[in-house]
């Protein structure tokens, strides 16, 4: 049986061991080091839309994983929204569809900021 982490006794005490995980985030850093090179390397600018379809792939990647299948359509038009992208075009946008794009958005752009309870109920 698989658990959320916060079903789990001991959340929120993250404990970690760096030894274990140095290796791991090494290698995807430099991926993502590679992979940002060879993008900047065709010309692409890592501009809004970019940001645009990342954040639209985490979304329905994230929902697949609560066994929820989202239309793509519709969390692109909630991200470009979000994102004050164009709209004009795209389809309606699903109410949690726009929750989603919300608490994704608010983990990833303020991720400096201290992870509250308050936060995190907000998420739900």
Same mark, same amino acid.
Request: one cysteine or more; a positive charge.
């Given at each position: 049986?698989?658990?959320?982490?916060?079903?789990?006794?001991?959340?929120?005490?993250?404990?970690?061991?760096?030894?274990?995980?140095?290796?791991?985030?090494?290698?995807?850093?430099?991926?993502?080091? *590679?992979? #940002? /090179?060879?993008? $900047?390397?065709?010309?692409?600018?890592?501009?809004?839309? @970019?940001?645009?379809? %990342?954040? &639209?792939?985490?979304?329905?990647?994230?929902?697949?994983?609560?066994?929820?299948?989202?239309?793509?359509?519709?969390?692109?038009?909630?991200?470009? *929204?979000? #994102? /004050?992208?164009? $709209?004009?075009?795209?389809?309606?946008?699903?109410?949690? @569809?726009?929750?989603? %794009?919300? &608490?994704?958005?608010?983990?990833?752009?303020?991720?400096?900021?201290?992870?509250?309870?308050?936060?995190?109920?907000?998420?739900?």
């Amino acid at each position: 049986m698989h658990l959320y982490v916060w079903q789990r006794k001991s959340w929120p005490e993250w404990r970690w061991q760096d030894t274990r995980l140095i290796g791991p985030l090494a290698k995807a850093r430099l991926c993502q080091g *590679r992979l #940002l /090179g060879k993008i $900047t390397s065709l010309g692409f600018d890592l501009s809004q839309d @970019v940001r645009a379809e %990342v954040l &639209t792939e985490e979304t329905v990647k994230t929902a697949a994983i609560e066994g929820e299948s989202l239309s793509r359509e519709s969390v692109r038009s909630s991200v470009a *929204r979000r #994102l /004050g992208l164009p $709209t004009a075009g795209l389809s309606p946008v699903e109410r949690h @569809v726009d929750g989603l %794009v919300e &608490t994704l958005l608010d983990a990833t752009g303020k991720m400096s900021e201290p992870l509250t309870g308050e936060r995190l109920k907000g998420w739900q």
